[in-house]
Structure formats: structure tokens, C-alpha cells
């Protein structure tokens, strides 16, 4: 379901700017996220609900298959 742990690099590379981390393995993307210094990473699985307020700080990993799919800041 939902995860919290730190992170955030750009161009097509994990990091910074909440993009880049698709493809990565679920441990590898929070292990990337903690690096770059995220404030919170949640982690959506298929079928969670999520609150669609803007959080600064939050990078959003959705997840199947312990595979990300699409990351995003907020």
C-alpha cells in the first residue's frame, strides 16, 4: 500500500525532479529516493486510493509487481 521513506537527479536519470525512476525495482527506487533527499516517498500498489493534494517534498511511486511503473512529485 502506502510507503514513506526520503529522496529526489533529472534528465532521465532518478532523482530530483520525481521523474526517471520507472522501470527501477521497488527497493532500488526508495534506495535512490533516500539519496537524493525526498521527504516522503509513497509507494501506490494497483487499486490504492491516494489524496490528490500537492505535497512538496513527496515523490509518488506507482507500483506493480514490485516494479515501478510511473513516478511523480507531490
Do not use: C, F, K
Not at 3 to 8: C, I, M, R, T, V
Not at 20 to 30: N, P, Q, S
Amino acid at each position: 500500500m502506502s510507503g514513506s521513506d526520503e529522496a529526489g537527479a533529472g534528465s532521465g536519470a532518478a532523482g530530483q525532479d520525481g521523474e526517471g525512476y520507472a522501470g527501477l525495482r521497488i527497493e532500488r527506487a526508495r534506495e535512490l529516493a533516500r539519496r537524493h533527499g525526498w521527504a516522503t516517498v509513497r509507494v501506490l500498489e494497483p487499486g490504492d486510493l491516494m489524496t490528490m493534494e500537492y505535497r512538496q517534498g513527496r515523490l509518488n511511486l506507482a507500483v506493480r509487481d514490485g516494479v515501478v511503473e510511473r513516478s511523480w512529485e507531490g
